[in-house]
T-cell receptor
Framework: EDQVTQSPEALRLQEGESSSLNCSYTVSGLRGLFWYRQDPGKGPEFLFTLYSAGEEKEKERLKATLTKKESFLHITAPKPEDSATYLCAVQDDRGSQGNLIFGKGTKLSVKP | DTGVSQNPRHKITKRGQNVTFRCDPISEHNRLYWYRQTLGQGPEFLTYFQNEAQLEKSRLLSDRFSAERPKGSFSTLEIQRTEQGDSAMYLC?????????FGSGTQLSVL
């Protein structure tokens, strides 16, 4: 059965303190791994798609990397506005497009 | 605003009542999805449409749930005889490629 486990559940950082979020996954075949950001009371906002081990993508202070078993979301010099829940999801190559398996997320708080 | 639109944003209902939610996807997107999210959990897949055809339904989608997408445009999700366990955020997403774009959701509270 496909599984996604995110750690830590919650992370508190000082502004400027870099860190990484982890997403471990188990799928029979990976079609894609997705990172989303979710603010309270809102829907997930798309950040990145990664397709194969070794792939990296960057956007502002965020960088996502992928291995065969896990993905990391690196946050460099975070700002308070980066505070949100970060969700990781995988798409199995057996399932239909759009049937994403999500983790429970990591709630990030960045204090000024 | 050209994003995914969901209405209503909030719905409070009594147990046993029927409720219907609407989703308007991004106009050029042919795929539409419904997900459900409870507090502290990630979204869970419910169902998927390509144009007007409903191609996949999760086992989470009991007989009390029905979704439609007439003419391949907007979609509705109806829950009949609501139960307290149906309380959740119901999210709609649309896509053209592999990336899903979500709306802000409808928060359902069943009293």
């Amino acid at each position: 059965e496909d599984q996604v486990t995110q750690s830590p559940e919650a992370l508190r950082l000082q502004e400027g303190e870099s860190s990484s979020l982890n997403c471990s996954y188990t799928v029979s075949g990976l079609r894609g791994l997705f990172w989303y950001r979710q603010d309270p009371g809102k829907g997930p906002e798309f950040l990145f798609t990664l397709y194969s081990a070794g792939e990296e993508k960057e956007k502002e202070r965020l960088k996502a990397t992928l291995t065969k078993k896990e993905s990391f979301l690196h946050i460099t010099a975070p700002k308070p506005e980066d505070s949100a829940t970060y969700l990781c999801a995988v798409q199995d190559d057996r399932g239909s497009q759009g049937n994403l398996i999500f983790g429970k997320g990591t709630k990030l708080s960045v204090k000024p | 605003d050209t994003g995914v639109s969901q209405n209503p944003r909030h719905k409070i209902t009594k147990r046993g009542q029927n409720v219907t939610f609407r989703c308007d996807p991004i106009s050029e997107h042919n795929r539409l999805y419904w997900y459900r999210q409870t507090l502290g959990q990630g979204p869970e897949f419910l169902t998927y449409f390509q144009n007007e055809a409903q191609l996949e339904k999760s086992r989470l989608l009991s007989d009390r749930f029905s979704a439609e997408r007439p003419k391949g445009s907007f979609s509705t999700l109806e829950i009949q005889r609501t139960e307290q366990g149906d309380s959740a955020m119901y999210l709609c997403a649309s896509s053209y490629g592999t990336e899903l774009f979500f709306g802000s959701g409808t928060q359902l509270s069943v009293l």
